[in-house]
């Protein structure tokens, strides 16, 4: 079973995410900010990471840097998730590290394929 850590700070949109994950049969790690979710990251070796964008504090993409250049984490795969998609913010998001997005409000149809296609690849 894959073990999947979200990093989200709105309960509504944790709420969902891991409503979704947990009936796609994956299980499902919580961090409300993204020190904790570093920290989780680091202890658990998740298979795959859903990282808010917009978080208190530390943002997602800092936190996803911090993971990619850490030799224990750095190969964990990392989704950003963000309402704000904008000009520019894809390139930001691939360029810290993430290896896809997914738009906010999710999609649920999309935001599973996307995670189910990223978890299988080699």
Same mark, same amino acid.
């Given at each position: 079973?894959?073990?999947?850590?979200?990093?989200?700070?709105?309960?509504?949109?944790?709420?969902?995410?891991?409503?979704?994950?947990?009936?796609?049969?994956?299980?499902?790690?919580?961090? /409300?900010? *993204?020190?904790?979710?570093?920290? !989780?990251?680091?202890?658990? %070796?998740?298979?795959? +990471?859903?990282?808010?964008?917009? @978080?208190?504090?530390?943002?997602? /993409?800092? *936190?996803?840097?911090?993971?990619? !250049?850490?030799?224990?984490? %750095?190969?964990?795969? +990392?989704?950003?998730?963000?309402? @704000?998609?904008?000009?520019?913010?894809?390139?930001?998001?691939?360029?810290?590290?993430?290896?896809?997005?997914?738009?906010?409000?999710?999609?649920?149809?999309?935001?599973?394929?996307?995670?189910?296609?990223?978890?299988?690849?080699?």
């Amino acid at each position: 079973m894959y073990k999947i850590l979200v990093v989200e700070d709105n309960a509504s949109n944790m709420k969902l995410t891991v409503f979704l994950l947990e009936n796609a049969g994956y299980s499902v790690l919580k961090a /409300l900010d *993204a020190e904790t979710g570093i920290e !989780l990251a680091i202890r658990e %070796q998740p298979d795959l +990471i859903l990282m808010d964008v917009q @978080l208190p504090g530390m943002d997602g /993409l800092q *936190a996803t840097r911090i993971l990619k !250049l850490n030799p224990h984490t %750095q190969q964990i795969k +990392i989704i950003a998730m963000t309402a @704000l998609v904008m000009a520019g913010d894809r390139e930001k998001i691939i360029a810290a590290g993430c290896n896809g997005y997914v738009p906010k409000p999710i999609q649920y149809k999309e935001f599973l394929k996307l995670v189910t296609d990223l978890l299988n690849k080699a």
